[in-house]
């Protein structure tokens, strides 16, 4: 999608420190981090809210989660413990309208708001 931030980022046409990246998945650190670990997944197809993937979405959803894992494991805050989440829409915060996943730790971030 030509005005979103995000797919310039998966194009490299916006700079970021990615941190892992395939055919279908980039990951890259927030620019305004909450904690010391704090990354961003996103799938390479637009997609702009957690409302819009559908049944063939299945398996990219999955990876997302299973990379979230792998980079807690990678960045140490597996066992100590992390968040995952994903803002959708006005009401959860969202901003940026290509769907991400976040994954924040490397601090005690205490009850979700
Ligand atoms: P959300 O509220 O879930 O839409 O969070 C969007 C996140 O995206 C926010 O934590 C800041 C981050 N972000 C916004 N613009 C950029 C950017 O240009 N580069 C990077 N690396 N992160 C960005």
């Known amino acids: 999608m030509s005005d979103c931030i995000f797919c310039k980022i998966a194009d490299g046409e916006i700079p970021a420190t990615v941190v892992f990246e395939d055919d279908e998945l980039l990951a890259f650190e927030d620019v305004n981090p909450r904690a010391p670990v704090h990354v961003l997944i996103i799938p390479k197809e637009h997609l702009s809210t957690m409302n819009d993937p559908g049944p063939e979405h299945e398996t990219l959803l999955g990876r997302m989660m299973l990379l979230a ?8 805050v597996s066992e100590g413990g992390y968040r995952v989440l994903v803002n959708c829409n006005a009401d959860g915060g969202q901003e940026v309208f290509h769907l991400h996943m976040h994954v ?6 205490g009850p979700m708001a």
């Open 69 to 76: 894992s792998r980079i807690a494991k990678e960045r140490g």
């Open 104 to 109: 924040i730790g490397g601090r005690r971030l």
